[in-house]
């Protein structure tokens, strides 16, 4: 028992206690000041439970192993939950030839604001454009630069704070989600 049951429980604690970890680094780097100390207390409290059987098991390396793979997994699983709950804003930076007016236009009549700039590439002039958006509506608006022109060149970051802006509005009223439970307590919107 000691050498199956405690590791998996080990790697159980490992991976949540991480995976809250990676989600509380991510909240505060958006600035949701209640939500990231709130995960960091049951973080603690998860890694205190795992710590304390390596620590009455410290002969049995099974659980080392587990706490490591646990670890790992823990980062991954955190990621996913990222991606899955899309919380924050991005900006697309697009780099596109003089002809890139069907890209912008597409993004336009998609509702997603655009602001355009002329600049001058190595081969000549080009168009460079910025829309900040939801991290949420980031696929729809990369396929529709894909659609208009594959080979445009493009950079995305994430954003901390965003305030006022035209953003696209959203295509159904959306009911009760983790992001509407866990924005409280965001600086700014």
């Not at 990222?82 to 236009?105: C, E, N, P, T």
């Not at 608006?141 to 696209?168: C, N, R, S, W």
Request: hydrophobic share 50%.
């Amino acid at each position: 028992m000691t050498w199956v049951l405690i590791p998996l429980m080990i790697f159980t604690a490992r991976v949540l206690d991480v995976s809250i970890g990676t989600l509380r680094l991510i909240y505060i780097s958006k600035g949701f000041r209640l939500l990231a100390p709130l995960l960091g207390f049951f973080e603690v409290i998860i890694w205190l439970i795992a710590i304390r059987q390596i620590m009455q098991h410290l002969d049995n390396y099974m659980c080392y192993l587990a706490y490591g793979l646990g670890f790992a997994t823990g980062n991954y699983v955190g990621m996913l939950i990222d991606d899955w709950l899309s919380v924050g804003h991005v900006i697309i930076r697009v780099f596109v030839k003089q002809q890139g007016d069907a890209v912008i236009q597409a993004l336009r009549k998609s509702s997603f604001g655009v602001t355009v700039l002329n600049a001058e590439g190595m081969s000549g002039p080009i168009r460079v454009f910025l829309s900040i958006m939801k991290r949420k509506n980031l696929k729809a608006a990369l396929g529709t630069i894909h659609a208009h022109d594959p080979q445009a060149f493009y950079t995305i970051e994430d954003l901390g704070m965003v305030k006022q802006g035209y953003f696209k509005p959203p295509v159904k009223k959306p009911y009760f989600t983790m992001i509407n439970a866990f924005s409280f307590g965001r600086k700014g919107k």
